[in-house]
């Protein structure tokens, strides 16, 4: 693996242009479309990348009425909402309709590019094109596709390389969270949401922002994973237990806070229900 320094990560005319101009030159570089709505009596623009598989999904499960209208429960308009894994921004676009800033992580070159051209558009959204995990330093990340539109921490997981079709190298840049947030003076507000969506690394993630969650208590949006095995799973339920959480289906609930439905639990002790997104709150 070629080494990098965490100064060549930071460089937007070193890693980040080497990283295009490759995906440039093998035709696997997509541009965006701006696209206008107006939910809730807010008008608003967001980019949408043109990558064949990234397809319209957020005018169906993000950008509608219903769903903005929970989110504007949840994340209070003096607050701070915090997205790991933001890849090409359009969850940190529906957070910045009510929150004070978001914070937004992602190191994928090619998302992160397009996140940049949401944060012209939302001033409020604050990125950072690193990888939030348990371990620091130039990791290596695998992805979907030759245009690199999903991935994550694969080596991490039992399955590793090719869990759930990632099998793309691409170097990026970990950070510790609670360090980076400390180090760069970014917290000045309460944190009323963090986003965790990494690919099955979530649970790890986790379990390094302990003081973080026990301070600031903020809902959790994460993910369990459909490469993680029964091992891995049950890690991911215990872990949101140890921090003080319960987890709730966030397909079924809609992100309402106010109508979670039933805990996320167990299926005939040896199966649970992997795939579906969570929204955890304090117990």
């Not at 890693?15 to 035709?27: A, F, P």
């Not at 969506?197 to 302990?210: A, N, Q, R, S, Y």
């Not at 339920?237 to 979670?260: C, F, P, Q």
Request: hydrophobic share 35%; glycine share 6%; net charge negative.
């Amino acid at each position: 693996m070629k080494e990098y320094s965490r100064e060549a990560f930071d460089n937007i005319n070193s890693y980040r242009n080497e990283m295009l101009d490759y995906l440039k030159s093998t035709n696997n570089h997509y541009d965006t479309e701006v696209i206008e709505l107006n939910r809730l009596d807010k008008n608003f623009k967001y980019h949408r990348w043109l990558h064949p598989m990234q397809g319209e999904w957020e005018l169906i499960s993000l950008f509608t009425e219903e769903l903005l209208n929970n989110l504007s429960k949840i994340i209070t308009p003096d607050s701070i909402v915090i997205d790991i894994g933001a890849q090409s921004g359009n969850m940190s676009v529906a957070y910045s309709l009510f929150a004070k800033k978001v914070i937004s992580f992602e190191p994928n070159p090619a998302t992160y590019e397009v996140l940049e051209k949401n944060v012209e558009l939302h001033s409020n959204i604050i990125p950072f094109n690193y990888a939030v995990s348990d371990m620091e330093g130039q990791l290596k990340f695998h992805y979907s596709d030759e245009g690199l539109c999903n991935g994550g921490f694969a080596e991490r997981t039992a399955v590793g390389v090719g869990v759930t079709g990632h099998t793309v190298p691409i170097d990026v840049w970990g950070i510790n969270l609670e360090n980076f947030l400390e180090e760069n003076d970014l917290i000045d507000n309460r944190i009323s949401l963090i986003k965790i969506d990494t690919e099955g690394h979530d649970k790890d993630i986790l379990k390094t922002m302990v003081n973080l969650i026990d301070k600031h208590s903020p809902v959790i949006i994460t993910e369990l994973y459909t490469g993680l095995n029964l091992n891995e799973t049950q890690d991911m339920i215990d872990t949101l237990k140890s921090i003080g959480y319960r987890a709730y289906d966030e397909v079924v609930n809609k992100l309402d806070i106010e109508n979670l439905g039933d805990e996320m639990v167990l299926i005939d002790n040896d199966k649970l229900l992997s795939g579906h997104n969570f929204i955890c709150v304090p117990e």
